[in-house]
């Protein structure tokens, strides 16, 4: 079981969070979605175990893997050693097979510098994968990308987490995104934010 069970959260004397409760079942899919912020990447934080300063409890998996905004490569290791630096356990063979799996097959020495954005964020997620976490949370895995691009991140992730089953948090501001890859919405409103009860009926088309 994956609970957030946040009170409150300030920077400073800002209340950015209010109560925030929700709970992951195993290989659930949850997306949190609200405006640029409200407190997304907040509470990524804290249900990562980065951001410890709250009010509140976070039961988690110690098996988690996390995929940021930016993909956050150490820029000197090569493509594998970035793999197997996460992951020592995995083995140069499937640290290899990983990275043919997100379309890097060929690219084990590059560094991540050599890479295209693109490419980047496809390592990043190969190394999340990789460790074939229980918990995995993204942060807008799929902004700043062309559309042609973020479609082919969005098709990748769609089928790891097909094929792992991890229970999956991300954070995204658009709706289609949440809607495409979630089993279910979280929406974050208000300052501090707190979770409204549930997403406008959009099976109209009329919100898409
Ligand atoms: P989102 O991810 O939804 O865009 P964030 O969680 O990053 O929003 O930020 C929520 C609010 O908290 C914003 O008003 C932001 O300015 C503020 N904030 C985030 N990180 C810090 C920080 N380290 N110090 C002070 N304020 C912060
Ligand atoms: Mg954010």
Known sequence: MIRADITSKFFGDQQVLGPVRFDIRPGETVALLGPSGIGKSTILRIMAGIDTRFEGTVTRPDNMAIVFQEPTLLPWRSALDNLLIARPTLGADAARAALARVGLSGRDDAFPGQLSLGQQRRLAL?????????????????????????EQMLALTEALIAEAKPATLFVTHARAEAERLADRTLVLSGRPATLTDSLPDTSNGEHA
């Open 126 to 150: 190969a190394r999340a994968f990789a460790g074939a976490p229980e918990f995995l949370v993204m942060d807008e895995p799929f902004v700043s990308l062309d559309p042609e691009m973020a």
